[in-house]
């Protein structure tokens, strides 16, 4: 079982299973929904996933994407976008334990601010890799 959960502890999630994919986003949504330079996240399917403390927020950032939120300390706590249906995606930075987080690829590349330095050997693309 991975386990998660928020700044204050009240929020919190957990999954059975392998996620689907892990990644780093630089999309323009992500970075100010977080205030980072880049974003982290692990996708898992939601059969595989609930959420085990209180529910969080949900902030839908446009008619297709729904952002949910620790309710009282305001961690970001997952994203679901409908054209990834049956998953959800979590930031890897509220894992239990973050250093398990192994991406796998980058996304959104294109729009990598430009003072930030990446220097790994990881597959970037330039948009959704979907």
Known sequence: MTKGHCLCGVTSWEYSGDETWACFCHCDD??????????AFIGVQLTNFKWTGKTPKVYRSSKAVQRHFCETCGTPMAFQAEHYVGEIHLYA???????????EFHVHYDDKLDWLHIRDDLPKYPHSKT
């Open 30 to 39: 992500c970075r100010r929904n977080c205030a980072a330079p880049v974003t």
């Open 93 to 103: 930075a509220s894992l239990d334990n973050p250093q398990d987080f192994k991406p």
